[in-house]
């Protein structure tokens, strides 16, 4: 065995963390954009002392949670027409938590919020009335207070606020605008208020005059001596720089001020230089500068030199980590003068106890950017593009003696888009995630060609299946404790929902296959400083990587099962995002983090669920993220990313996040665990160990484990998130073990009674575990599941279906199930209906005539839109095999196509963010079509704008990554410089746009308005 062990005495030493002020940072995603200006004070504040740690989730605002703050701080807009009433639980929580000594510290727009509130408003002091705007400086009315005492004032643009309904009891006004109270202070109850009204935007918020009054007001409100504790304190912060000059993307501020100045900053052009590099520090320091909830902190487990680079990890069923290092990433071996082969997977364990890795064995070494590992039959399954490999320790040695490619074809083209994110599935598959790199190779005698989006395959790699597309680079992938599979992209799109494989659109040629549901309302991010450097989603997810569900108990109850991580290293982030159940789907929102820092090093690159049941931290603590060009000074190489020599090979680190509230974690291992052991483990509280246990069971393939897990199958018990653990994964066992390939048995009877089991999650995995067989279709039914009281048992009910031999009473039962508007107006259960309709079409069509909605006459509806509609889905199902009428007694005539003529293609120039036409001639007052097809691997729309509008255009764009109905609105702003506009259209996707060109001759501009793209992405369309 080799062993590495060396710790530097810094990384091992241990440190008491400086007492901070923790203070909760209330904002929202409306117009006074508080996530944005967090950016202007998160820096400042640390170097003070103050943690803000920012929310935009009002459930926050709870007894408990506040308890854990020493000041609330409020910016945001919680007032009509979003919020026209105060919820009661918000106004006690927030009015009590004051009352009752808590320290409250209002900010501008703060005077606005629950307006219908008299407690609130008489809590404050003060309620805005009105405002106008301009340069200004406030007189300091108590110049000896301990607030104002050596604070010289300071002058801003900003808005100009006028009050109303001031409450003067217990008040002190300690600064004036002219006559109107500025900034003043509240005795409440036993609590502290402190107001200002200044900080409309980045003016004031960037104005070091403000970050001394914040700070000011922050301290007395929590009940500090002000004078004091400013003596007593330094500002700063660990952070030493360099000057080089060398290619890398300037930080936003600079990107914000050179656009400001000179105009949009095209990433293709010899951009200005920021020579200002930070330097790193070590880990220990680095854990000072990360912001994390109050009742958690940071632990290290291991760091260079021990580890470098960890671009990937998982713990197998001994509890040990194994991490892969890739220190060649992003340059393939034929990069190499050597031919590569430096990067490795290590085992990390912690022999002692002390919560520090102490050994390092190298399991497996020679591999060039291996991207993800699982675990199997006593080995592990690897991604290396472009093959798939299994590696194993024969010999007891340590290190993998036995190499075998499982498959290849895994495109390596561009090395940030290829195979990643490998997880076992309850289905005892391997799933992972694809990029845009795509593969284009042969497994089990089929021949694949896909990219972007999520996949499996068979341990062995005898199959594999592409499930779904994504819409653009894709890093991240987990799943809920009901065995859902959730995914990040890249760029913009940090939470998605895998609904059914794509192969069921071949039922139904009418309807075609879309890329995975979106989640969130926005893509904005939550991030400390201004710093961060990003090419596009300029101030959102453009680096986002994994989705890990809260699948533990070891956390508060609010994360379990409910609580994604994503990680967005190039904002030094990991993002929390809460998932809620919508329909026969879910939504997400992203109102605050895990964990943030202002070191501009800090890359978390993953986030998982540990054995121990807190969340790990896989930080690659790089100061160069991005893997595009930034200008034509960064000469690209093979694998598409760019040669920059501050890539790091030096450093990374292991955290771990860790619940203080927590009981120690037992000591678990399943090496060599009896089968009593692994059933038993099926419903442990932390599913790391369930699918080990699953698997090692599948694995192990005998059938005296039978009785003991249809035991589990049939416990009608429900935890405190309505799901039974055990009964779910029982299910999925026997289906590994092959007891449920057919529809007889004790398996298959304990299996159609798991579809009355009072947990939806039951019935729902029931559901998928059934054969495809006459008597599944029966049992599903006999029991109304297609008529389930939960939406996401009706959607995996007629899923399967769609699966199953063609049966005239489930055709009429889904023909029924459309008819219901519920059904009909949730997009999944629609299609996957219309899906099993073509199946059993007869029967559908049946329903159809006995209902009147038998038209005379079978087409493919033209109208966007139509298979929306239940005449639509009819129309389809029809089209699809009009003979099918056949058997009820019908004719249908077909009906003829209709022509199109073309016009004008536009398109995008693949992986170069261009359209694919610079300029375009067109002739005053005609009506031309252009029809846009969106051949990238992102999402894009287009727009025509007016002549000399691109820069404004572009900035309202710019703004619309924080609005919640950005999307929604298809990024288009609302601009009446905007002539006509495309949807946003996904990779492969086209759309017709009918356009009326405008009589007067000059230069329109076309362009992309995702946000960030409009700067490199736009043409002009010539009007002679």
Request: proline share 5%; glycine share 8%.
């Amino acid at each position: 065995m080799l062993v590495i062990s060396s710790c530097s005495e810094e990384q091992t030493a241990e440190y008491s963390e400086k007492p901070q002020l923790k203070v909760l940072f209330l904002g929202d995603d409306r117009g006074h954009e508080p996530s944005v200006r967090l950016r202007d004070v998160g820096r400042p504040m640390l170097d003070r002392g103050i943690h803000l740690y920012y929310t935009s989730d009002l459930n926050d605002i709870n007894p408990e949670n506040l308890a854990k703050f020493d000041v609330v701080l409020l910016y945001a807009n919680y007032h009509e027409p979003h919020y026209p009433e105060t919820s009661a639980d918000v106004e006690n929580a927030l009015v009590g938590y004051v009352e009752n000594g808590g320290g409250f510290v209002g900010l501008h727009s703060a005077s606005g919020n629950f307006r219908d509130s008299e407690r609130f408003i008489d809590m404050l002091g003060g309620e805005f009335e009105s405002h106008g705007e301009g340069t200004f400086s406030t007189r300091i009315a108590e110049p000896e207070h301990e607030i104002m005492a050596g604070f010289e004032g300071f002058e801003s643009w900003d808005e100009i606020y006028v009050h109303q309904n001031h409450n003067e009891e217990n008040r002190t006004v300690l600064s004036y605008r002219e006559d109107e109270p500025y900034t003043w202070i509240r005795n409440h109850g036993d609590g502290r208020v402190f107001y200002t009204a200044w900080g409309h935007d980045e003016r004031t918020w960037q104005n070091p005059g403000f970050h001394d009054l914040m700070e000011r007001g922050i301290r007395w409100a929590a009940g500090q001596d002000v004078q004091a504790k400013i003596a007593e304190r330094e500002i700063g912060n660990p952070f030493e720089y360099t000057v080089l000059d060398v290619p890398f993307p300037p930080p936003h501020y600079k990107r914000l001020e050179y656009e400001e100045e000179v105009g949009p900053m095209d990433r293709g052009a010899n951009n200005p230089r920021y020579y200002r590099k930070q330097l790193p520090v070590d880990a220990v320091t680095a854990k000072e500068r990360m912001i994390v909830p109050p009742g958690f902190r940071v632990e290290l487990f291991a760091a260079e030199p021990d580890i470098v680079n960890p671009i990937s990890m998982n713990w197998d069923e001994q509890g040990r980590l194994w991490v892969i290092e890739s220190i060649e990433y992003p340059y393939p071996r034929d990069f190499w003068p050597d031919g590569g082969g430096k990067d490795r997977i290590l085992i990390l364990e912690d022999t002692n106890g002390d919560g520090r890795a102490d050994e390092f064995t190298v399991f497996a070494d020679d591999l060039n950017i291996p991207t993800s590992l699982a675990f199997s039959n006593g080995g592990i399954i690897v991604h290396q593009a472009p093959e798939t490999l299994f590696l194993k320790d024969t010999t007891g040695d340590g290190k993998a003696d036995y190499r075998e490619v499982l498959f290849e074809g895994w495109q390596q083209w561009d090395t940030h888009a290829g195979p990643n994110n490998m997880h076992y599935g309850l289905d005892n598959q391997i799933w992972g995630v694809l990029g845009y790199a795509g593969m284009d190779g042969t497994v089990g005698g089929e021949h694949h060609e896909f990219r972007m989006g999520v996949y499996r395959f068979k341990p062995d790699g005898s199959n594999l299946e592409f499930l779904r597309r994504t819409n653009n680079n894709t890093w991240g992938l987990g799943f809920n404790e009901q065995g859902e599979a959730f995914i990040s992209t890249a760029n913009g799109n940090p939470s998605t929902h895998f609904q059914f494989p794509r192969r069921l659109y071949d039922n139904l040629s009418g309807l075609d296959d879309s890329v995975t549901d979106r989640l969130t309302d926005t893509a904005r991010i939550i991030t400390l400083t201004n710093l961060f450097r990003q090419v596009d989603w300029v101030g959102a997810f453009t680096s986002a990587a994994g989705h890990a569900l809260y699948t533990a108990r070891t956390y508060p109850q609010e994360y379990w099962n409910r609580i994604a991580f994503v990680t967005d290293p190039t904002v030094q982030l990991v993002a929390e995002l809460i998932l809620e159940e919508n329909g026969s789907g879910y939504r997400a929102e992203h109102p605050r983090n895990l964990i943030a820092s202002d070191d501009e090093w800090f890359s978390p690159v993953q986030a998982e669920v540990g054995p121990d049941g807190h969340i790990w931290i896989a930080d690659w603590y790089n100061y160069i993220i991005q893997h595009n060009a930034e200008s034509d000074r960064q000469e690209p190489t093979p694998g598409n990313a760019y040669a920059n020599p501050l890539r790091d090979r030096e450093h990374g680190r292991i955290y771990r996040i860790v619940y203080e509230g927590a009981d120690r974690a037992e000591n678990l291992t399943l090496a060599n665990a009896s089968s009593e052991k692994l059933v038993s483990t099926l419903v442990h509280e932390n599913m790391l160990w369930r699918k080990h246990a699953q698997r090692l069971l599948v694995e192990r393939g005998e059938a005296d484990v039978v009785p003991s897990l249809i035991q589990l199958v049939r416990d009608r018990s429900e935890d405190e998130t309505d799901v039974n653990v055990g009964a779910i994964h029982a299910l999925w066992t026997l289906h590994g073990l092959g007891e449920l390939g057919q529809a007889s048995g004790d398996a298959f009877d304990a299996a159609v009674e798991a579809l009355q089991h009072p947990s939806a999650s039951v019935r729902m995995n029931a559901v998928q575990v059934l054969p495809k067989a006459e008597e599944s279709v029966t049992a599903l039914l006999e029991y109304c599941l297609p008529d389930d009281e939960n939406m996401k048992v009706r959607l995996k009910t007629l899923i399967a279906f769609a699966d199953m031999p063609e049966n005239n009473d489930a055709g009429g039962a889904i023909f029924y199930t459309l008819n219901k508007e519920e059904n009909l107006e949730d997009r999944w259960i629609r299609e996957a209906a219309s899906l099993a309709a073509a199946v059993h079409n007869v029967g559908f069509l049946a329903a159809a005539d006995e209902a009147g909605m038998l038209p005379d006459e079978a087409a493919v509806p033209e109208n966007e839109g139509a298979e929306q509609t239940l005449e639509g889905i009819i129309a389809l199902v029809l089209s699809e095999d009009p003979s099918a009428v056949e058997e009820i007694g019908r004719d249908v005539a077909m009906a003829d196509d209709d022509a199109f003529d073309m016009i004008l293609e536009l398109g995008v120039v693949e992986n170069v963010m261009r359209f694919d036409m610079e300029e375009i001639r067109v002739q005053a007052g005609q009506t031309i079509r252009i029809d846009f097809t969106n051949t990238d691997n992102m999402e894009h729309n287009m727009l025509i704008i007016k002549p000399g509008t691109l820069q404004e255009v572009g900035r309202l764009a710019d703004q619309m990554i924080t609005a919640p109905d950005g999307r929604e609105r298809l990024y288009v702003p609302d601009s009446p410089d905007i002539l006509a506009f495309t949807p946003l259209l996904d990779p492969g996707e086209s759309y017709q746009l009918v356009f009326s060109v405008p009589d007067e001759p000059g230069e329109y501009p076309f362009v992309c308005t995702i946000p960030g793209h409009w700067r490199i992405m736009n043409g002009v369309m010539i009007v002679e």
